[in-house]
């Protein structure tokens, strides 16, 4: 098992609709969870940081965290074609594994005009 | 800001050859560094910790005589890929620490003929 899981996708939306990627993780005393964006060629930008249970928003993004079930999510409202990326959740596991991020695959996403 | 850079951008070298790719925090000292290795399509995989003062913490698999890493001051960190050869060619992406979040280069594209 994977210690993060990502849908590889292509996720398609259309422009102005809500684009919802998921991440499940394996280690339940992971900390701390991102959300990076990757353009094609280039490295990683963070969007957003969650700790805690429930949601975090910041702009159009929204960040939700259920620790019971292992899983974590990214809520893009109001999608763009500009939001069309390869997402990256990361995790931060135990803190006995230092600062370490640990990433899934990524899911590509594609705002559709 | 926290703002990363890596230099050179993209390097083609001949197979056999050695080359050392800089990583650079501009604005911010880093104790901790880290060396991230992608390959087309794939996510980050985390090659080595590069902690200032101290010997890199290389990831299982990953071979410490064919990755140089020196982290000589709170701003440098340096790798040389050692006997390049054409399946080291890849993307490779540093970031450097602070306040427990990582801040990333723009990444270096390695091709090795």
């Known amino acids: 098992q994977k210690e993060v899981e990502q849908n590889s996708g292509p996720l398609s939306v259309p422009e102005g609709a809500i684009a919802s990627l998921n991440c499940t993780y394996s280690d339940r005393g992971s900390q701390s969870f991102f959300w990076y964006r990757q353009y094609s060629g280039k490295s990683p930008e963070l969007i957003m940081f969650?700790?805690?249970?429930g949601d975090k928003e910041d702009g159009r993004f929204t960040a939700q965290l259920n620790k019971a079930s292992q899983y974590v999510s990214l809520l893009i409202r109001d999608s763009q074609p500009s939001d069309s990326a390869t997402y990256l959740c990361?995790?931060?596991?135990?803190?006995?594994?230092?600062?370490?991020?640990?990433f899934g695959t990524g899911t590509q996403l594609k705002v559709e005009l | 800001g926290a703002v990363v850079s890596q230099h050179p951008s993209w390097v083609i070298c001949k197979s056999g050859t050695s080359v050392k790719i800089e990583c650079r925090s501009l604005d911010f000292q880093a104790t901790t560094m880290f060396w991230y290795r992608q390959f087309p399509k794939q996510s980050l995989m985390l090659m080595a910790t590069s902690n200032e003062g101290s010997k890199a913490t290389y990831e299982q698999g990953v071979e410490k005589d064919k990755f140089l890493i020196n982290h000589a001051s709170l701003t440098l960190s340096t790798l040389t890929v050692t006997s390049a050869h054409p399946e080291d060619s890849s993307f490779y992406i540093c970031?450097?620490?602070?306040?427990?979040?990582?801040?990333f280069g723009p990444g270096t594209r390695l091709t090795v003929l």
């Open positions: 969650i700790y805690s249970n």
């Open positions: 970031s450097a620490e602070r306040r427990g979040e990582q801040f």
């Open positions: 990361a995790v931060r596991l135990t803190t006995g594994g230092g600062n370490k991020l640990t």
